[in-house]
Structures are given as structure tokens and as C-alpha cells.
């Protein structure tokens, strides 16, 4: 899968729209067209490549969709000299046309959008030529039902609405605005039918597809935000109890989940696929702006460049140093620090704490006395390969995370009302041989020895153990949504306790970014609400 990104054919990303023929129109036979182009499954899997290439733009996984999922968070923050970049990740909402900070988002999920709209539309009408063609193309057609379901599930999370869109895209359309209730119900209808044909597993050669687990995973993922706890459950279980659980399973070793050397592993559930085989100027052709040409694009993550060690990278995002007291309040059972910690951060006593290491290739092997008691982000940094960092990170970003589907799934038992079970999932979690913290049942630490005494202690409890496991993932926003703390002035003061930016947090305004005012004004169905 990897090879294949790396690989991108210009022929997928065609402009597939339709003219108004006259006199002056002229047909260039080398230029593929929707009459010529999605003839056979292999047209259907050029599209797909292209659809899935959308994943590493500056709008999806590429960039900008971290500062609003790790940094606007209670895990994050951004001191970026950039003052409106930074404003952001603060709710100071200012210019509603940022493109960084809501513009290109929009516009990267729904352009996924438009290319799996192709492969859903035109592919249906592709005539198999074999009982195995029809095999590729039903499996095609599901990765890209999984795809758009992916892309509403993100957008109902940021913007809370949006436009649906489930036909291919031609100029001057106007489309009807969806809620965020409107918007889950076509995501869980794709999922619904992607599992259906989505293989459990792919041969080598395609490791890194989206599987049959990764589909249920999201639409459990979908239902918990929904609060649908049961029907979560039940998504979930094919991954935990059902026939996928011989796929998954826990790393020993916690940081190979953020390695180029260890991706597709048995803990991924689903991950981007990043690659550094195309270091040209980021998002940029022959000294011009053009995110939409692929002859040349960077296939690279640059959150390393943008979140690295100040010095190193351009230190745009840190983390909040509340982490840190909570990765120490809990011995292993071995009386050291939990390993997440020294994998996740670079924190002021990292080099008293984890006597011997270095990084960034050797070049840094003291804490400088210039960072005073600043944190700094480690996870999915380039600092275990590399001397400096750079805009062509080649490391696979875990979105889904086989950790991150046991925690829901005691999540979702929990709110069922059965602690006891729900704690054995959370273990599963805290006793990976890495990480070897006691069972919750036994840990010296009383307030979370006792979580197991209520439904509302476990459930708050696991919010932390979400954090400790889980910390700058990009799950955090869509978890404090989930868990109701952006509704209610105790659960906003509870963040505000962590994370001071949450003082501009205005209730029922501010659990969504603002759409792109430019969309609202070409569209007369979209609104803009409470901003």
C-alpha cells in the first residue's frame, strides 16, 4: 500500500465533469473523460489511489488537522509566533476564511469526498469480466464507502454540519445542508455496506488498506459519539470477542506504534500511509502554490516539522505539562516510570528520569536550561532517525489504534453498567509488558483503586486512562465532545483547570469551528448558527 502511494497516477485525479458542448469545443484524445475513463476495475483502482493519496494533503493527515484535534484540546497547545494560526487553537475566531484554520480542511475532506463519489457512482456501472473482477470491484467501491464515511465522521466532529454530497460534483451545484445526526446516518450507512465486502485482511502487497476491523471500529467509533452505547458495543465486539480479534493485539513495546520501522502492525487498526520517497517542496510545483498537483507532491507528514523540539522542528504545538504529573503518579509494578511517558514527551527531568538517553541522533543529550519547564512533543517526531526534522516524516500516523478500541469498548460497557468487565479491557491496556502498571483493582494509587466501585467513577477514571494511553492522537477533541465537558460550566472549569485557553471557551458556540464563510456564501442552504 505504501508503494502505492508513492506512486501516483496524474490519469486518477482527472477533473470528471461534464460541458455543454458547442462549436468551439474541442475532445483532446490523450485526456481521459468520464465517457472514456471508468471503463474496467482497473480504472476503479487508479481513482482509489488517488482517493486514498488525499489522506497526506496539508487538510486531512498531511498538517492542519492536528492543531485542531491535539492543540485545541485540554493535551495541547500552540505558542506559534503565526498570531492567527495560533488564535485557533484558542476559540479566537476572527477571520472565518482562515485557511489554516477551518478553510482547508473543509475543502480537503470534501474534495475525498468528490474523488470517492467517482469510484461509488461510476464504478457501480462497470460490468465485471469474471466472479474475481467483481470481487475487486465490490472491494473498491467499499474502501471508498469507508473513506466518505471517514471524511463526514471528521467533519461532523469540526464543523458539527455540512454539505451532502453523494454524487459526483459538477460546477454550479448547490447541495443540501446536513446536520450532524444527517451527516452520522450516511457515514453508518457506508460502513454498514463497506463491511459487507471489505476484506478481514489484505496480502502483503496491499498491507495497509482498509479492512473489514477498521470499518467496525469507526462505526463503533461513530455510535459512541451518538451515545449509542449498545450498538457501539456490538461494532466493536468483532473486533474484540468476534472474528477478527486473531488480527489484533497489543505491541510489547508501546513506542513501535509510532515507528516507520514497526507500521501495519498488529495494534493498527487503520493508519495513514506517509512515505519520504518524494521530498519536493512541500505542497509546492516549480516555485507555485499547488496542492493539487501530484506530479511533484510531498507524500510526507510534516507534523514533525510543525509540533518538534524547539530547536529542531518549528515547535508550533506543545503539549500541557498536567500530563506529566499524571504519566508519574502511578508506579509500575516494577517501582519505574510509566514507559508513555518518555515515549510521548520531552519533559524537564526526561534525561534524569531515563538515565543515558539521546536524541536527534546524539545531538541533544541534556534538557537546555533556555526550556525552563516547557514540555515538548516525542510521539510521532523523527528525533529516534534523524539529527533534525523536516517536512518529509515518513512515519505511518495510527488513527485507529487497537488500544484505542479496547479503551472504548470498556467505555461502552461501562455505560452499560458492568464495571467489572469493562475493567478487564482497561487492564488488557495498563498491563501491555511495556507499560506494566498493576490492574486497576490493585493499584497503590486509592482514587483509581476505587473506580471500580461505580459506573461513574470507572467512566471518569478511564478518561484519564484515555489521556495516559492515547495522548496526542488526535482523539482528545473528539473525546472531551463525547464525554459532555464542552456543555456544562463544571465540566468547561475541569479544563480550564488544565488548559487556561479553555477561558475563551464560549458554551454552545464553541464545540464547532465556524464553517468557511466563502462556502456559506456560495451555498444559500448552509448557515453559519451560533457565529
Request: aromatic share 14%; charged share 20%.
Amino acid at each position: 500500500m505504501k508503494k502505492a502511494i508513492k506512486y501516483i497516477f496524474l490519469v486518477a485525479l482527472i477533473t470528471l465533469v461534464s460541458c455543454s458542448q458547442d462549436l468551439l469545443d474541442l475532445n483532446n484524445p490523450n485526456v481521459p473523460t468520464t465517457a472514456t475513463f471508468w471503463k474496467t476495475t482497473s480504472d476503479m483502482q487508479l481513482g482509489l489511489t488517488a482517493t486514498y493519496s488525499q489522506f497526506t494533503r496539508r487538510g486531512n493527515w498531511g498538517r492542519w488537522i492536528y492543531f485542531r484535534y491535539d492543540l485545541t484540546s485540554d493535551e495541547g497547545f500552540s505558542n506559534s509566533p503565526w498570531t492567527e494560526l495560533k488564535n485557533w487553537t484558542q476559540f479566537l475566531y476572527t477571520n472565518y476564511n482562515f485557511v489554516e484554520g477551518n478553510g482547508i480542511m473543509y475543502k480537503s475532506h470534501y474534495k475525498q469526498i468528490f474523488e470517492a463519489n467517482q469510484i461509488i457512482s461510476y464504478g457501480n456501472l462497470i460490468k465485471p469480466t469474471s466472479v474475481a473482477d467483481s470481487l475487486v470491484k465490490n472491494q473498491i467501491i467499499a474502501q471508498a464507502k469507508f473513506i466518505r464515511a471517514f471524511d463526514y465522521f471528521n467533519l461532523v466532529i469540526m464543523f458539527g454540519k455540512g454539505e451532502i454530497v453523494l454524487e459526483p460534483s459538477k460546477p454550479g451545484d448547490v447541495y443540501p445542508a446536513g446536520t450532524s445526526d444527517q451527516l452520522y446516518q450516511i457515514a453508518i450507512k457506508d460502513l454498514n455496506e463497506a463491511i459487507v465486502d471489505l476484506p478481514e485482511v489484505w496480502p502483503a502487497a496491499d498491507k495497509g488498506r482498509i479492512t473489514k476491523g477498521a470499518a467496525y471500529a469507526l462505526l463503533g467509533k461513530i455510535y459512541m459519539q451518538q451515545h449509542e452505547w449498545q450498538l457501539a458495543k456490538d461494532a466493536f465486539n468483532w473486533l474484540v470477542e468476534g472474528k477478527g480479534v486473531k488480527y489484533y493485539g497489543l505491541m510489547d513495546k508501546y513506542s513501535d506504534n509510532f515507528s516507520h520501522l514497526t507500521e501495519n502492525n498488529k495494534e493498527s487498526v487503520f493508519e495513514i500511509q506517509f512515505s519520504d520517497a518524494n521530498q519536493t517542496p512541500t505542497d509546492m510545483a516549480n516555485g507555485s502554490l499547488l496542492d493539487d498537483d501530484i506530479s511533484t507532491m510531498n507524500l510526507g507528514n510534516t507534523r514533525a516539522q510543525f509540533m518538534g523540539l524547539k530547536g529542531k522542528g518549528w515547535c508550533d504545538g506543545q503539549p500541557r505539562s498536567w500530563l506529566v504529573a499524571e504519566y508519574k503518579k502511578e508506579l509500575t509494578l516494577t517501582s519505574t516510570i510509566d514507559d508513555r511517558l518518555k515515549s510521548s514527551m520531552f519533559y524537564p527531568d526526561i534525561f534524569k528520569d531515563n538515565a543515558g538517553i539521546t536524541f536527534y541522533a546524539g545531538s541533544v543529550k541534556k534538557w537546555n536550561a533556555a526550556w525552563g519547564k516547557e514540555c515538548f512533543f516525542r510521539k510521532y517526531t523523527d528525533e529516534y532517525f534523524k539529527g533534525t526534522t523536516d517536512y518529509y516524516s515518513p512515519i505511518n500516523y495510527r488513527v485507529i489504534r487497537y488500544a484505542d478500541v479496547l479503551l472504548c469498548y470498556a467505555e461502552c460497557i461501562a455505560n452499560l453498567g458492568d464495571v467489572p468487565t469493562a475493567a478487564i479491557y482497561v487492564d488488557k491496556v495498563r498491563n501491555r509488558p511495556s507499560t506494566n502498571l498493576p490492574k486497576l483493582q490493585n493499584s497503590l494509587v486509592p482514587e483509581i483503586a476505587d473506580c471500580l466501585s461505580s459506573p461513574e467513577k470507572f467512566l471518569k477514571r478511564l478518561q484519564m486512562e484515555r489521556a495516559l494511553e492515547l495522548s496526542f492522537e488526535s482523539v482528545r477533541w473528539i473525546d472531551i465532545k463525547r464525554w459532555g465537558l464542552l456543555d456544562t460550566q463544571d465540566g468547561l472549569n475541569e479544563l480550564i483547570a488544565r488548559d487556561p485557553d479553555f477561558q475563551n471557551f464560549t458554551i454552545g458556540r464553541n464545540q464547532v469551528m465556524p464553517l468557511p464563510q466563502i462556502e456559506v456564501d456560495n451555498n444559500p442552504n448552509l448557515n453559519q448558527g451560533n457565529y
